[in-house]
């Protein structure tokens, strides 16, 4: 009973430290609740099956397999972003960690490891430090505008269409047949969340605005 009680315990802690990764750092940027479920079930089986194995050297063999199966895991109907993988390879990661070092009583290395990648995520999800762009693949019909002395034309022409703050451009496959480009365009996702946080403030200020003409 007891042991059984020092699972629990420690499942409440390893889940602490998953709510923290999934709900505060994941969710906020992605807005995707996909792969929350995911993330959750995967992290608390594997933390049970490894906390039931009380042998230590069986324990450690079955968590790596765990951990190598799930890392290369696809799903046929639905390939996993390279992101969400990422999520999901620590997530697998922390739980086989995580029983090793509560049931060894390793809490300091437990506290060094779970709070370093908490950090790590952190700061990467807030980009400080790093410019990210973001591309996304169109279907140009304008032919034409692809040449090199038309580019900033074409430019325009897809800002113009998408709303998209585009820094670059790259020209993909040529369909002649048909008129068109699969054209590469990559934008700044710091300045598209400006213009976001601009466009939101100026509803409320619209909002506010209609509310005193009450």
Same mark, same amino acid.
């Given at each position: ?76 109907? #639905? ?13 697998i990661a922390l739980p086989v960690l995580n029983s090793i070092l509560l049931g060894g009583e390793g809490y300091a290395e437990f506290a060094v490891a779970n ?41 325009? #022409? ?29 934008? #700044? ?22 509310g005193y003409d009450d």
């Amino acid at each position: 009973m007891g042991e059984f009680v020092e699972i629990l315990a420690n499942f409440a802690i390893n889940f602490a430290i998953v709510f923290v990764i999934v709900r505060l750092i994941y969710y906020p940027q992605q807005r995707d609740k996909h792969y929350v479920f995911t993330f959750f079930v995967f992290n608390t089986i594997v933390f049970f099956v490894m906390g039931l194995l009380n042998n230590s050297d069986i324990s450690v063999g079955v968590g790596f397999g765990l951990f190598a199966i799930f890392s290369i895991l696809r799903y046929r109907t #639905d390939t996993i972003p390279i992101r969400e993988m990422t999520y999901l390879f620590v997530l697998i990661a922390l739980p086989v960690l995580n029983s090793i070092l509560l049931g060894g009583e390793g809490y300091a290395e437990f506290a060094v490891a779970n709070l370093a990648t908490i950090g790590v995520l952190f700061v990467l999800e807030k980009g400080w430090g790093f410019e990210y762009e973001i591309r996304k693949t169109i279907t140009y019909e304008r032919i034409d505008m692809i040449r090199p002395e038309n580019w900033p034309q074409l430019k325009a #022409d897809l800002e113009e269409r998408t709303g998209l703050p585009i820094k670059r451009i790259e020209i993909g496959r040529l369909n002649f047949l048909r008129d068109t480009a699969q054209i590469n365009v990559y934008y #700044d996702a710091r300045a598209l969340e400006s213009q976001h946080v601009r466009f939101a403030t100026s509803e409320g200020a619209f909002a506010g605005d209609a509310g005193y003409d009450d």
